[in-house]
């Protein structure tokens, strides 16, 4: 009798595994499991910084061995730029969530968005901008300063310039815009800012009306 409950139990055990669902690494097709080693990567990125951030520790995460990850990033290099697109795209789609150009409150959503995903993504953050890329990967920045020029362009008066010097004054303004964003950004994440003795927001308020590029009224 013993003998066949330990049996039974042993053929309850091997159902209960057969019917238990697959990991998401056994799931997931290339461009997914690429997604999944970014995903683990950011984790170790935030918890602990960019010395965590090796291929072997992301493979252990992911309980697969760390040839496996080669196949799909050859090098430290690649999952680094990886990691910085990703970034980017969190960055442009939160303040993208955020924004509000299209209402009275002009570029205060889209400022506010961008200093906090800074203050909540320090290690990220300073992987994006501080962190020394090759010429192959300046296409990850451009990408993401063209995204802001066109809502420049969108939005601002044009005052009858070519289309040459509009550009210019256009790069001008959300050049202005941008690195100011970028000092407040900085400063917020090294805990400077706090010789102001304000509210961050309060600080970004400020700020916003002296940094942000002009809009045309009249296309609110």
């Excluded at 042993?10 to 997914?32: F, L, V």
């Excluded at 901008?129 to 066109?150: I, P, R, V």
């Amino acid at each position: 009798m013993e003998q066949r409950r330990q049996t039974s139990c042993g053929a309850n055990k091997r159902s209960a595994k057969q019917r238990s669902p697959k990991r998401p690494w056994q799931q997931a097709d290339h461009d997914h499991r690429k997604a999944l080693i970014v995903d683990i990567a950011l984790k170790l990125l935030d918890r602990h910084g960019l010395e965590a951030v090796t291929v072997r520790r992301v493979a252990q995460k992911l309980g697969v061995g760390t040839m496996t990850l080669y196949t799909y990033f050859t090098n430290q290099r690649e999952l680094k730029r990886a990691i910085v697109r990703r970034g980017f795209e969190m960055l442009n789609e939160f303040c993208e969530s955020q924004g509000t150009l299209a209402t009275e409150q002009l570029w205060r959503g889209g400022s506010h968005s961008y200093v906090h995903f800074a203050v909540a993504h320090p290690n990220l953050y300073r992987l994006m901008f501080q962190s020394q890329l090759a010429k192959t990967d300046a296409d990850l920045f451009h990408g993401g300063f063209q995204l802001l020029l066109n809502k420049v362009m969108i939005t601002m008066p044009n005052d009858q310039l070519s289309k040459d010097a509009f550009r210019k004054q256009a790069i001008m303004a959300a050049g202005r815009y941008w690195i100011a964003l970028h000092g407040i950004a900085t400063l917020a994440t090294t805990g400077r800012l706090c010789v102001l003795e304000r509210e961050l927001d309060e600080i970004i308020d400020d700020m916003i009306g002296h940094i942000a590029p002009e809009v045309r009224i009249s296309g609110l």
